[in-house]
């Protein structure tokens, strides 16, 4: 298939020209090509073909140990104006980025095959759904794309002669000179890497990692960083922020959007098993969320992805089971250990395992003194092959959410769940959540970092006119904007112990927010927000002890108070800009707590 779309030819001739490749492929998103490339892989050593009878039709990659994650501190947004970047991104002046870059790319494929790759976010031709075009030399995004995205001639079918797109430009940054041999892993030294978002002109440039997001630019980058922008200059939304159904006995559906920073269990919430009676959960999406207010004034949602790009360790048959049954064939693994079998392994998938060869590629057995996987290891998984993928999930029309989740990881102070009084101060929620740190990120070094909406690595615009958009949502759709509540699952006592089991049992805790939804219970009205009553909970066949679930829902105000001053703080960075809403919700939270 070919196009005739100008712009999209021009822009590729004039990549080709700057980039220098030895030839150009244009990915068609067959198996056929699929195949050939991890063929391909696996012939240069870059890929492991893993044992086809445990794991059909899978492939281990093993990263350079230097290119093992998101790089926050290497990630731009370019915005004409720094302000509008705002101060939790990162900004260098776009032409002066375009220049340092250009230098870069000029010559960067040499040796290489440049892929251009039509992608779509969302299902084709949803009113909520966007094309990219990814251009890179990197085989292993081609085939991650095709799981992560929709890919190939269809996409370019649907654009057309005059369809718009979003270019994203992506090299790993290591020409090969005549002759020389390629390594298995390719990727730039850290200080030459940038990813780099030009959100006026809806262009991504990234140079130098072959890692996720780095480099999979339909995820964080176009679906997160850029359509952030689109959302707010169009009027809807694009969140980080798993979706799922969940439904009731008596068959009555709730649409549940939850936003958690990188590492709180949002892959393991999409994908729940539910341990109260006659409850059902379904996944749509467990990563990002894009919503548009439909014509009977609700919000509905898509899942802009295809697959999952899921952290492995910690991932079981107990912790998710439906994960790991997602994952059980035409997957893509990437730093995690393989073993004498020719499967792969990690931390935490509760199986044995003598000896492997770890994600360095070294030989590991359970007293290395080393993990075996990467913290940061990751399965790249079609949402299809998710054994309780809602029948909607590809839906174009997308589903109407009733209840927004924020939470963070949380040791301390913050109780196991609270709603919101009013959709304004279920934004001041959102605007304060703060997590305990990840593995996601390279580089993000404090224990406690304020993570409003879980969008601060995300947010391709000042923070603060996020903020408000959110607000101008919230006026948008009045008596249709969705419940929102705040949760913890990652309390612990005084003495270091989890107060709360987690994991399937999270289920009681939607279950409760469903019924407050439904008007079936009531709540009681505490400082920080309304909580459950007693017994309303559902905590049948549950061994938790009283004092324990005391402690779980405990508001404690002077904790809370010192939790205000911080927030405040991190308030105060965005000076006038920040929304006057937003300090209004802060006083009136200071008024209770006294
Ligand atoms: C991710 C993240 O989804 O870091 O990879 O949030
Ligand atoms: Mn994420």
């Known amino acids: 298939m070919s196009t005739k779309n100008k712009k999209l030819l021009a822009w590729v001739a004039e990549v080709e020209a700057m980039c220098q490749p030895d030839r150009v492929e244009w990915a068609d998103g067959t198996k056929a090509e699929y195949d050939r490339l991890m063929q391909l892989m696996v012939d240069g050593g ?85 094309v990219g075009i990814e251009i890179t030399d990197s085989p292993y995004v081609v085939v991650n794309m095709h799981i992560m995205t929709r890919v190939g001639d269809k996409v370019l079918k649907h654009l057309g002669e005059q369809g718009e797109f979003i270019p994203c430009l992506h090299s790993v940054g290591a020409p090969l000179a005549e002759g020389q041999a390629d390594v298995p892993w390719p990727c730039a030294p850290i200080e030459q890497k940038y990813i780099a978002h030009f959100p006026e002109e809806n262009l991504i440039w990234s140079y130098g990692s072959g890692y996720g997001g780095n480099a999979l630019l339909g995820k964080k980058c176009l679906a997160l960083r ?24 008596e068959g009555r559906r709730f649409h549940i959007a939850g936003a958690f920073p990188s590492a709180c269990g949002k892959t393991n919430l999409a994908m729940l098993l539910p341990t109260i009676p006659g409850w059902k959960c ?44 997602t994952l059980e ?143 101008a949502m919230g006026n948008r ?54 909580m459950p009553v007693d017994g309303d909970l559902d905590l049948s066949g549950l061994d938790i002890d009283p004092q324990d679930m005391a402690e779980l829902m405990e508001v404690d105000s002077a904790a809370f108070h010192a939790d205000l001053d911080d927030a405040e703080a991190f308030l105060a960075k965005f000076g006038d800009r920040g929304p006057a809403r937003l300090r209004e919700q802060l006083e009136a939270l200071k008024r209770r707590l006294a």
Not at 73 to 102: C, F, H
Not at 450 to 468: E, H, I, K, S, V
Request: proline share 7%; hydrophobic share 40%.
């Open 46 to 130: 870059a890929a492991t073909r893993l044992n086809d009878e445990l794991r059909p039709n899978s492939y281990l990659f093993r990263s350079d140990p230097s290119d093992v994650a998101r790089v926050e501190n290497r990630t731009y947004i370019a915005s004409r104006k720094q302000e509008d970047a705002g101060p939790t991104n990162n900004w260098i002046d776009p032409v002066e980025l375009k220049k340092t870059m250009t230098e870069l790319y000029t010559g960067c494929m040499k040796g290489r095959t440049m892929y251009v790759i039509p992608f779509s976010m969302g299902p084709i031709g949803s009113p909520i759904s966007k």
């Open 226 to 249: 850029i359509a952030s922008n689109m959302a707010r200059r169009e009027g809807w939304m694009a969140e980080h922020m798993l979706i799922l159904r969940f439904t009731s006995p």
């Open 282 to 325: 379904e996944t749509i999406g467990d990563d990002i969320a894009w919503m548009k207010i439909g014509p009977d004034g609700r919000l509905y949602a898509i899942n802009p992805e295809a697959g999952f790009f899921g952290v492995a360790p910690g991932t079981s048959m107990s912790s998710n089971p439906m994960a790991m049954r």
């Open 329 to 471: 064939k035409n997957s893509i693994f990437t730093n995690c250990a393989l073993t004498d079998e020719g499967d792969v392994w990690w931390e935490g998938i509760e199986r044995p395992c003598d000896h492997a060869i770890d994600w360095k590629g070294n030989s590991w057995t359970p007293v290395s003194g080393a993990v075996a996987a990467h913290p940061n290891a990751r399965f790249t998984t079609p949402a299809a092959q998710c054994p309780v993928i809602c029948d909607a999930w590809d839906n174009p029309a997308g589903v109407p959410i009733d209840i927004f989740i924020f939470g963070g990881r949380r040791t301390r102070t913050v109780p196991l769940v609270t709603q919101a009084f009013d959709f304004d101060h279920g934004v001041f929620m959102g605007a304060m959540a703060a997590s305990e740190t990840t593995a996601a990120a390279l580089d993000v070094g404090q224990t406690l970092r304020r993570d409003p909406f879980a969008m601060l690595p995300f947010c391709g615009y000042n923070m603060a006119d996020y903020w408000t958009h959110w607000f």
């Open 477 to 530: 759709l009045g008596e249709h904007a969705p419940a929102v509540f705040y949760v913890n699952w990652f309390r612990t006592s005084r003495d270091g112990r989890w107060l709360w089991p987690g994991f399937r049992e999270n289920s009681r805790v939607l279950k409760w927010m469903c019924q407050r939804v439904a008007g079936e219970v009531g709540a009681r009205e505490t400082p920080i927000g309304n």
